[in-house]
């Protein structure tokens, strides 16, 4: 796609979202994918004056709170152990407190000797504990409710083969406790939101017409192509000037009301929801998945005996990654951005992730 093919309709949407709007409006996008190409294409800036458009907690690497992230790379500096996960996590940085060889991320705790391995998929895990009878596989479980039901996949396969040298550092995340959180800080101002249309696609809309009815805030459902993105702001901005709360689909050629059924029981089978520490949010209510007693065995915290990181509280950093997560600053706001912190050596995870705020703005706005 090149800027050609999409700028007379971009355009078209543009014009159409200033004819509609009487007055300015605080929107927020909460999926990573959404942000990337909104730097990207530039979309944020064909807003009518007075709109803005917000960052959102969109990346669950970026969420994954420190306390986790030292954890793991505790386990992994283990020699009995292998601990997994995907590519993104092994350059996010722990609390700079754990005494570890290799530094503060699992790239340097791999470099320093080290069994990390990069997955694709949570079920390449259960292959290495088959080959491994003697060590212990230890996957690093991160991700929305989009990646959760491969990760709901792994344990229950991993129950059903009696695996002893399996289990699960468990990062899972929920979208709508954050988004709630979001609307209950004042000094955000979050008006409507886009919610990520892949997390719908498992989920469902019940969750987000409960938070709706609750908040009083029209959501939109939507993609992640610019043309999709421009749709349901114009989508959003109909619904704030005629002062409907409501849940709108506009990716209904992939969201279903009901998500996808077989998806969702295989997560309640496994999952059950817990209150989870998000870095830069401080303990979101509900906010994480957590394993229900049943799968209590794959618990690579209880297995190891190590602390919960819901009851470690994040370390002060100079790193304004958590303005950024809240919606309270862009990456350009950070004296760092570009400079001390960059993609090849960053200061926190928004530019670790391919689908960070800061990551996005390093690679497309920097100059």
């Keep these: ?7 007379p309709t971009v355009a078209s949407l543009a014009a159409e979202l ?22 990207r294409w530039g979309l944020d800036q064909l807003l009518p004056p007075g709109m803005t458009l ?37 350059r996010v940085p722990g609390s700079g407190t754990a005494a570890i060889d290799g530094g503060d ?3 340097g705790v791999r470099a320093a000797g080290g069994d990390v391995r990069l997955l694709t998929s949570p079920l390449q895990a259960l292959a290495l504990a088959r080959e491994h009878p003697e060590r212990q596989v230890v996957f690093l479980a991160v991700g929305f409710e989009t990646t959760a039901p491969a990760t709901a996949l792994l344990a229950r396969q991993a129950l059903a083969l009696g695996l002893s040298n399996l289990s699960l550092l468990m990062a899972h995340v929920r979208v709508v406790p954050a988004m709630e959180a979001i609307l209950a800080d004042p000094a955000v101002g979050v008006q409507g939101f886009l ?15 409960e938070l709706v009815a609750r908040r009083r805030v029209p959501v939109v459902v939507s993609g992640f192509a610019p043309l999709e993105i421009m ?3 114009v989508a959003c901005v109909r619904r704030l000037e005629a002062g409907e709360a409501v849940v709108a689909n506009a990716y209904g050629h992939v969201v279903r009301e009901n998500g996808n059924p077989e998806a969702r029981a295989l997560l309640a089978e496994v999952f059950e929801p817990v209150d989870r520490p998000w870095r830069g949010f401080g303990t979101v209510a509900g906010g994480g998945l957590g394993l229900r007693p049943t799968y209590h065995q794959l618990d690579a915290c209880r297995r190891f005996d190590l602390p919960d990181p819901a009851a470690t509280p994040e370390p002060a950093t100079a790193c304004i990654a958590a303005a950024v997560l809240q919606g309270r ?13 960059t993609p ?10 391919s689908e960070g705020a800061c990551a996005a703005w390093y690679r497309y706005r920097r100059r």
Excluded: K
């Excluded at 090849?344 to 992730?353: D, F, I, K, N, R």
């Design 195 to 209: 919610a990520a249309g892949h997390v719908c696609a498992v989920t469902g809309l019940a969750e987000l017409e």
């Design 344 to 353: 090849e050596s960053p200061l926190g995870a928004p530019m670790v992730s």
């Design 1 to 7: 796609m090149s800027v050609a093919d999409i700028a």
């Design 18 to 39: 200033t004819a509609i709007s009487t007055r300015p409006w605080t929107l927020m996008e909460v999926c990573g994918g959404q942000t990337h190409a909104i730097v």
């Design 105 to 107: 991320d699992l790239l």
């Design 329 to 341: 600053a862009t990456p350009a706001d950070c004296p760092a951005f570009g400079t001390r912190c």
């Design 54 to 90: 917000i960052h959102g907690p969109g990346c669950p690497v970026c969420v994954t709170p420190a306390a986790t992230i030292d954890a793991a790379l505790a386990l992994a500096a283990r020699p009995d152990v292998i601990l997994c996960s995907y590519g993104d996590m092994l």
């Design 231 to 233: 749709a349901a702001l």
